[in-house]
């Protein structure tokens, strides 16, 4: 079947700029992450999606960054007034489980800001 | 905050040698899983262990849990060429958290 989807694949935006990231994770999973990389690091956790709420945003940085799975299935990442500083790989992994079981990630979106 | 530190950053190796990393936290974790990352690629999850003591085979793959439940390791025996990535261990055990993994390189 298919795997977990993302889109853009790269994202190029100046500075300021608003993006959408988006994510479509594998049908029926329950659980949703996001996370960013940056090279030579691993996954940094940003926010974990039980169905529709938010379970746990603690990983955001800031109030810049907003997640939303309106449906349960496919999730919006949104970043306001972009900085350089945003700049990394940020991927979407799903999990079958309601107990947090393995994660299967999406290629991810490499976003870059100039 | 929950930390999993991984050992060693690096690691090359010659084809046919053996690889281990390890993972170490300061606090109990209730379950740690492991995922490799292929250079440009994603992580793929490959094994999750959840009790005292558990180990763990994957034909050349050996997933080790301590006893006090504060460390694990993964164990290639023999690598190949196909080994290359980098490895990084993950618990749920309060925040999702990844280490900053151990890379391998294999050297025909």
């Known amino acids: 079947g298919a795997g977990v989807s993302q889109t853009p694949s790269n994202k190029v935006t100046e500075k300021g700029k608003y993006v959408e990231l988006r994510c479509d994770p594998i049908s029926g999973h329950t659980a949703l992450y996001w996370y960013r990389q940056s090279l030579g690091q691993g996954p940094e956790f940003l926010i974990y999606?039980?169905?529709?709420?938010?379970?746990?945003d603690s990983g955001l940085p800031n109030d810049r960054f907003f997640a939303v799975r309106p449906e349960g299935s496919v999730s919006t990442l949104k970043i306001q007034r972009t900085e350089r500083g945003d700049s990394a790989v940020y991927l979407c992994?799903?999990?079958?489980?309601?107990?947090?079981?393995?994660?299967?990630f999406g290629p991810g979106t490499r976003l870059t800001v100039t | 905050g929950q930390q999993v530190m991984q050992i060693p950053q690096y690691q090359h190796v010659q084809e046919g040698e053996d690889f281990t990393t390890y993972c170490n936290s300061s606090?109990?974790?209730?379950?740690i899983q492991w995922y490799k990352q292929r250079p440009g690629g994603h992580p793929v999850f490959l094994i999750q262990?959840?009790?005292?003591?558990e180990v763990k085979k994957q034909k050349r793959l050996t997933f080790q849990f301590g006893e006090a439940k504060k460390n694990s390791s993964l164990h290639i025996t023999a690598t190949q060429t196909t080994d290359v990535g980098t490895y990084f261990c993950?618990?749920?055990?309060?925040?999702?958290?990844f280490g900053d993994g151990t890379t391998l390189t294999v050297k025909p």
């Open positions: 606090t109990t974790l209730s379950n």
């Open positions: 262990l959840v009790k005292s003591g």
């Open positions: 992994a799903s999990s079958p489980s309601p107990d947090r079981g393995e994660q299967y």
């Open positions: 993950y618990t749920n055990a309060g925040k999702s958290t």
């Open positions: 999606f039980q169905g529709t709420g938010a379970a746990d």
